[in-house]
């Protein structure tokens, strides 16, 4: 059994000024969460909205705002344990990779 993998969204209420026509941030976490469900069935994850906007008590996590913040990263930006795979406008592709690197596999 794998261990329970976390994914972060980053994102903000307000759609990326860089990433036109892409969905909101809200709208790429509830496809993302979505998409791993079907795809790794029965397997551990845990995904978490992060507001860039409010202020956090985990450093970690508060860096990174202030790295979108910064221009740095554009956001949504999308981290499967601690590893950013996406950020703008978000593909399956490259975060279906990374949870494989962490033991997760499809079900065909």
């Given at each position: 059994m794998t261990k329970e993998?976390?994914?972060?969204v980053y994102g903000a209420d307000i759609v990326c000024a860089s990433?036109?026509?892409a969905p909101s941030s809200i709208d790429t976490y509830e496809w993302l969460e979505a998409a791993i469900s079907r795809k790794y069935k029965d397997q551990?994850?845990?995904i978490t909205y992060i507001d860039i906007e409010?202020?956090?008590e985990d450093e970690r996590r508060q860096d990174y705002i202030n790295r979108i913040q910064e221009d740095e990263f554009f956001?949504?930006?999308v981290l499967v344990?601690?590893?950013?795979?996406g950020e703008g406008y978000v593909q399956l592709?490259?975060?279906y990779k990374?949870?494989?690197k962490h033991g997760f596999s499809a079900e065909g």
């Open positions: 993998i976390a994914i972060e990433c036109v026509n551990p994850f845990s409010k202020p956090q956001y949504p930006l344990e601690g590893e950013v795979v592709k490259p975060v990374e949870l494989e």
